[in-house]
Protein backbone atom coordinates (compact mmCIF):
# COMPACT_ATOMS: atom_id res chain seq x y z
CA UNK A 1 0.00 0.00 0.00
CA UNK A 2 1.57 3.27 -0.63
CA UNK A 3 2.43 6.02 1.59
CA UNK A 4 -0.11 8.43 -0.49
CA UNK A 5 -3.02 5.79 0.22
CA UNK A 6 -2.61 5.40 3.60
CA UNK A 7 -2.15 9.32 3.73
CA UNK A 8 -5.53 10.32 2.80
CA UNK A 9 -7.24 7.54 5.51
CA UNK A 10 -5.16 8.90 8.25
CA UNK A 11 -5.59 12.39 7.65
CA UNK A 12 -9.98 11.21 7.10
CA UNK A 13 -9.92 9.42 10.54
CA UNK A 14 -8.19 11.91 12.56
CA UNK A 15 -10.30 14.26 11.35
CA UNK A 16 -13.54 12.71 12.32
CA UNK A 17 -12.29 11.74 15.72
CA UNK A 18 -10.94 15.12 16.05
CA UNK A 19 -14.33 16.77 15.59
CA UNK A 20 -15.73 13.97 18.05
CA UNK A 21 -13.41 14.88 20.91
CA UNK A 22 -14.78 18.37 20.35
CA UNK A 23 -17.90 17.41 20.77
CA UNK A 24 -16.85 15.44 24.14
CA UNK A 25 -15.63 18.40 25.59
CA UNK A 26 -18.63 20.59 24.77
CA UNK A 27 -20.55 18.38 25.91
CA UNK A 28 -18.55 17.99 29.30
CA UNK A 29 -18.79 21.42 29.65
CA UNK A 30 -22.08 21.55 29.33
CA UNK A 31 -22.92 19.11 32.18
CA UNK A 32 -20.58 21.48 33.96
CA UNK A 33 -22.41 24.57 33.44
CA UNK A 34 -25.81 22.80 34.08
CA UNK A 35 -24.49 21.62 37.18
CA UNK A 36 -23.18 25.62 38.00
CA UNK A 37 -26.51 27.35 36.99
CA UNK A 38 -28.29 24.21 39.32
CA UNK A 39 -26.48 25.40 42.30
CA UNK A 40 -27.78 29.49 41.71
CA UNK A 41 -31.74 28.75 40.91
CA UNK A 42 -33.46 31.21 42.61
CA UNK A 43 -36.08 28.48 44.41
CA UNK A 44 -33.70 26.67 46.27
CA UNK A 45 -31.54 29.46 47.67
CA UNK A 46 -32.58 31.76 50.13
CA UNK A 47 -30.98 35.69 49.99
CA UNK A 48 -29.74 37.83 52.69
CA UNK A 49 -32.04 40.37 53.70
CA UNK A 50 -29.30 42.97 54.62
CA UNK A 51 -29.64 46.01 52.38
CA UNK A 52 -26.50 49.16 51.25
CA UNK A 53 -27.99 52.42 50.94
CA UNK A 54 -26.92 54.01 47.31
CA UNK A 55 -25.58 57.77 48.28
CA UNK A 56 -29.18 57.85 49.58
CA UNK A 57 -30.89 57.55 46.23
CA UNK A 58 -32.28 53.88 47.06
CA UNK A 59 -31.43 51.12 48.67
CA UNK A 60 -30.10 47.58 47.11
CA UNK A 61 -29.25 44.00 48.37
CA UNK A 62 -26.20 42.98 47.83
CA UNK A 63 -26.74 39.58 48.39
CA UNK A 64 -29.75 39.05 46.70
CA UNK A 65 -27.89 40.93 43.24
CA UNK A 66 -25.06 39.08 43.43
CA UNK A 67 -26.92 35.50 42.97
CA UNK A 68 -29.34 37.32 40.21
CA UNK A 69 -26.20 38.56 38.43
CA UNK A 70 -24.61 34.76 39.01
CA UNK A 71 -27.69 33.36 37.68
CA UNK A 72 -27.82 35.47 35.02
CA UNK A 73 -24.21 34.60 33.82
CA UNK A 74 -24.55 30.82 33.77
CA UNK A 75 -27.39 30.69 32.43
CA UNK A 76 -26.35 32.38 29.46
CA UNK A 77 -22.82 30.20 29.41
CA UNK A 78 -24.89 26.94 29.58
CA UNK A 79 -27.45 28.08 26.33
CA UNK A 80 -24.00 28.94 24.53
CA UNK A 81 -21.88 26.14 25.39
CA UNK A 82 -25.15 23.88 24.71
CA UNK A 83 -25.49 25.66 21.19
CA UNK A 84 -21.80 24.89 20.44
CA UNK A 85 -22.03 21.18 21.87
CA UNK A 86 -25.28 20.80 19.24
CA UNK A 87 -23.74 22.09 16.51
CA UNK A 88 -20.25 20.38 16.67
CA UNK A 89 -22.18 17.26 17.42
CA UNK A 90 -24.08 17.64 14.19
CA UNK A 91 -20.91 18.39 12.15
CA UNK A 92 -19.61 15.01 13.75
CA UNK A 93 -22.76 13.16 13.12
CA UNK A 94 -22.69 14.22 9.27
CA UNK A 95 -19.48 14.51 8.90
CA UNK A 96 -18.76 10.90 9.60
CA UNK A 97 -21.66 9.72 7.39
CA UNK A 98 -21.09 11.65 4.32
CA UNK A 99 -17.65 10.91 4.76
CA UNK A 100 -18.55 6.75 4.38
CA UNK A 101 -21.19 7.97 1.90
CA UNK A 102 -18.18 9.95 -0.24
CA UNK A 103 -15.67 6.54 -0.13
CA UNK A 104 -18.30 4.26 -1.20
CA UNK A 105 -19.00 6.79 -3.99
CA UNK A 106 -15.21 5.98 -4.93
CA UNK A 107 -13.67 9.58 -3.51
CA UNK A 108 -10.89 9.83 -0.76
CA UNK A 109 -11.41 12.69 1.05
CA UNK A 110 -8.51 13.48 2.99
CA UNK A 111 -10.37 15.73 5.83
CA UNK A 112 -14.05 16.51 6.84
CA UNK A 113 -14.97 20.01 5.28
CA UNK A 114 -17.72 22.29 6.50
CA UNK A 115 -18.27 26.53 5.79
CA UNK A 116 -18.18 28.00 9.05
CA UNK A 117 -19.64 31.10 10.24
CA UNK A 118 -18.68 32.95 13.72
CA UNK A 119 -17.58 29.96 15.52
CA UNK A 120 -20.47 27.49 14.20
CA UNK A 121 -19.84 24.65 11.59
CA UNK A 122 -22.51 25.77 8.68
CA UNK A 123 -24.08 22.22 8.48
CA UNK A 124 -25.77 20.95 5.31
CA UNK A 125 -29.74 20.93 5.24
CA UNK A 126 -29.80 18.08 3.41
CA UNK A 127 -30.58 14.91 4.77
CA UNK A 128 -28.23 12.29 6.32
CA UNK A 129 -26.97 9.94 3.61
CA UNK A 130 -28.86 6.91 3.22
CA UNK A 131 -26.38 4.05 4.30
CA UNK A 132 -28.11 1.00 4.46
CA UNK A 133 -26.78 -0.50 1.30
CA UNK A 134 -23.16 0.60 2.10
CA UNK A 135 -23.04 -0.93 5.45
CA UNK A 136 -25.26 -4.02 4.85
CA UNK A 137 -22.50 -6.29 5.45
CA UNK A 138 -21.77 -4.44 8.65
CA UNK A 139 -23.94 -5.26 12.14
CA UNK A 140 -23.06 -2.02 13.37
CA UNK A 141 -25.60 -1.23 10.24
CA UNK A 142 -28.78 -1.50 11.64
CA UNK A 143 -28.15 0.24 14.82
CA UNK A 144 -26.35 3.59 12.94
CA UNK A 145 -30.00 3.48 10.60
CA UNK A 146 -32.14 3.46 13.63
CA UNK A 147 -29.81 5.98 15.75
CA UNK A 148 -30.23 8.49 12.23
CA UNK A 149 -33.93 7.70 12.18
CA UNK A 150 -34.02 9.01 16.01
CA UNK A 151 -31.76 12.24 14.82
CA UNK A 152 -33.91 13.05 11.81
CA UNK A 153 -36.85 13.28 14.45
CA UNK A 154 -34.70 15.66 16.83
CA UNK A 155 -33.94 18.10 13.63
CA UNK A 156 -37.79 18.11 12.68
CA UNK A 157 -38.47 19.33 16.12
CA UNK A 158 -36.23 21.84 16.80
CA UNK A 159 -37.26 23.19 13.09
CA UNK A 160 -40.66 23.11 14.52
CA UNK A 161 -39.92 24.57 17.69
CA UNK A 162 -38.05 27.46 15.63
CA UNK A 163 -40.97 28.12 13.46
CA UNK A 164 -43.80 27.79 16.58
CA UNK A 165 -41.25 30.56 18.20
CA UNK A 166 -41.23 32.63 15.09
CA UNK A 167 -45.47 33.10 15.38
CA UNK A 168 -45.59 32.92 18.51
CA UNK A 169 -43.83 35.97 18.89
CA UNK A 170 -46.27 37.88 16.93
CA UNK A 171 -49.63 36.20 18.46
CA UNK A 172 -48.46 36.83 21.59
CA UNK A 173 -49.62 33.15 22.60
CA UNK A 174 -48.47 29.88 23.62
CA UNK A 175 -49.12 26.70 21.75
CA UNK A 176 -48.49 23.46 24.19
CA UNK A 177 -47.28 21.89 20.33
CA UNK A 178 -44.64 24.41 20.73
CA UNK A 179 -43.47 23.35 24.58
CA UNK A 180 -43.57 19.57 23.12
CA UNK A 181 -41.31 20.24 19.84
CA UNK A 182 -39.19 22.45 22.20
CA UNK A 183 -38.38 19.30 25.03
CA UNK A 184 -37.98 16.54 22.47
CA UNK A 185 -35.66 18.98 20.61
CA UNK A 186 -33.30 19.56 23.70
CA UNK A 187 -32.04 16.15 23.17
CA UNK A 188 -30.59 16.93 20.12
CA UNK A 189 -27.35 17.57 21.03
CA UNK A 190 -26.96 14.12 22.78
CA UNK A 191 -28.58 12.28 19.33
CA UNK A 192 -26.45 13.88 17.22
CA UNK A 193 -23.36 12.78 19.43
CA UNK A 194 -24.38 9.60 20.00
CA UNK A 195 -25.02 9.15 15.93
CA UNK A 196 -21.42 10.22 15.47
CA UNK A 197 -19.51 7.49 17.63
CA UNK A 198 -21.44 4.91 15.89
CA UNK A 199 -21.06 6.49 12.41
CA UNK A 200 -17.43 6.78 12.82
CA UNK A 201 -16.94 3.13 13.65
CA UNK A 202 -18.93 2.92 10.14
CA UNK A 203 -15.80 5.09 8.65
CA UNK A 204 -13.42 2.44 10.24
CA UNK A 205 -15.36 -0.44 8.93
CA UNK A 206 -15.21 0.70 5.40
CA UNK A 207 -12.08 1.91 5.64
CA UNK A 208 -10.34 -1.32 6.55
CA UNK A 209 -12.53 -3.32 3.64
CA UNK A 210 -10.75 -0.98 1.38
CA UNK A 211 -7.40 -2.09 2.90
CA UNK A 212 -8.14 -5.72 2.86
CA UNK A 213 -9.57 -5.34 -0.56
CA UNK A 214 -6.34 -3.77 -1.53
CA UNK A 215 -4.24 -6.30 -0.25
CA UNK A 216 -6.18 -9.14 -1.71
CA UNK A 217 -5.59 -7.26 -4.73
CA UNK A 218 -1.58 -7.24 -4.68
CA UNK A 219 -1.54 -10.82 -3.83
CA UNK A 220 -3.86 -11.92 -6.93
Known amino acids: MSDTTRAWFHDLTESVFAVGAAAREYRMAHQAA ?5 YFEPARLDSMEGAVSVVGRYFIQPHHETLRNLKEIHDSMELRIKALYENTSLAYGY ?31 APL ?30 DLARDFSFYEDFADCHNPESAEASKFAAGLADAAYAYGEVAERALHFVVLGLQKNHVTQEGK
Open 95 to 125: GAAHAVADIARGQRPRHLEFARQDGFYEIPA
Open 34 to 38: QSAAW
Open 129 to 158: PNLEVVLARWPGGPNLIALGEILTEHIRAR
